[in-house]
């Protein structure tokens, strides 16, 4: 079901907060306060990693240390069956690289999806998947010239390509099969996924608390 009012806008919210939670702890480095947020064994997917919750805060606690980027996100649509969501919600990725020896901003626009459960009266995080929309970069200063490796620009998928690029220059292995609005069967594949995984929790009779 959609919430629409009532008790379920009142769950809405509360889905919708934890979401926001999640980014903005990452953002501040609160590393316990994020793992309070996920069950244990949640699975992230993002440009530079894929695994569980906790390795994903532990490597982010590593990249943290040579400073970060900074997230927006405005949760907008949920989906609720029992004790079981997911979450939509449009946002960027925000970073201050030096890419070539230049000061960039580097924007990416995505639509991130966070699966929750509730178990005994909480919900918290199982999953966080991002949708790739686009990306670009901008000179901090006006009048730089940013030399891009037009090689390993030009292989990087349209979706995410500055980020494939940033990351791959930082030694990450970047997929090139990630959801994106270039590729529209992989992302029918990510809200396939995530409706299943909703209806396979209410034919298993996953308690409502």
């Not at 230049?102 to 991130?112: G, I, K, M, N, P």
């Not at 929750?116 to 990306?135: C, H, M, N, P, Q």
């Not at 200063?141 to 030009?154: F, I, R």
Request: one cysteine or more.
């Amino acid at each position: 079901m959609h919430a629409a009012g009532g008790p379920e806008l009142a769950l809405e919210t509360e889905l919708f907060s934890i979401v926001r939670r999640e980014r903005l702890a990452r953002d501040l480095g609160d590393w316990d306060g994020m793992e309070r947020l996920y069950w244990p064994g949640a699975v992230v997917r993002v440009t530079w990693f894929a695994g569980t919750s906790d390795e994903f805060i532990a490597m982010s606690r590593e990249r943290a240390k040579g400073g970060s980027g900074m997230h927006t996100i405005s949760p907008t649509r949920a989906s609720v069956l029992g004790a079981r969501a997911w979450v939509e919600s449009p946002g960027q990725i925000l970073i201050r690289p030096r890419l070539e020896g230049v000061e960039c901003d580097l924007t990416a626009w995505c639509r991130f999806l966070c699966r929750l459960e509730r178990r005994a009266g909480e919900w918290r995080l199982t999953s966080f998947d991002s949708i790739y929309v686009k990306d670009r970069v901008d000179p901090v200063v006006p009048s730089a010239v940013v030399d891009l490796d037009a090689e390993l620009l030009g292989g990087a998928r349209a979706s995410y390509r500055h980020l494939t690029y940033l990351n791959r220059k930082s030694g990450y292995t970047v997929p090139d099969d990630l959801p994106g609005v270039d590729r529209p069967d992989l992302v029918r594949a990510v809200y396939a996924e995530a409706d299943a995984w909703l209806a396979e929790g209410s034919a298993l009779g996953q308690p409502a608390s």
